[in-house]
């Protein structure tokens, strides 16, 4: 039996970091967990490009551009904050961004990780960010560096 997994090996890595700037006191915080996760692994700081966009929306966007130019980078690690506010508009962007996310990482170019915090209120979103419930950029910084290993080595 051949059994796949990726390792969490940074070196000779390059990632982008796509990050929207609507809820950017929450989105900083998970780019430094994303960062310091990729540098404790090896990934050199100028490896690191960080694409800010104006919100989880346009994360799709800039991500689909950069899978399509799979040699600039191994993996794609997605971060931003869709709280839930007083209309359905929260439900529809958290279901649109989750389902685009997947297809441009099922498109089978580039591991696209997403580190999309969905939460009920502020306070969920900063425990998410780096509190109690550790930080959903560093999280999606280890996905990334495992599935980028895991895509060099698969058939």
């Known amino acids: ?29 998970l780019v430094e967990g994303a960062i310091d996760i990729l540098v404790r692994h090896n990934v050199e700081e100028e490896e690191i490009e960080i694409i800010w966009v104006p919100g989880c929306s346009e994360i799709l966007y800039a991500a689909n551009k950069i899978a399509a ?24 962007l958290a279901a649109q961004v989750a389902k685009g996310i997947s297809q441009i990482s099922l498109s089978g170019n580039l591991p696209i990780v997403s580190g999309i915090i969905t939460a009920d209120s502020l306070e969920q979103a900063i425990q998410r960010a780096g509190a109690k419930e550790g930080n959903r950029g560093a999280d999606a910084g280890l996905a990334a560096l495992e599935m980028a290993d895991l895509d060099e080595n698969l058939i």
């Open 1 to 29: 039996m051949k059994t796949y997994q990726g390792k969490l090996v940074g070196r000779g890595k390059k990632f982008a970091i796509v990050v929207s700037r609507f809820n950017d006191f929450i989105s900083k915080k």
């Open 69 to 92: 130019k799979k040699e600039k980078f191994d993996a794609v690690i997605c971060l931003g904050a869709i709280i839930k506010g007083e209309t359905s508009h929260f439900d529809f």
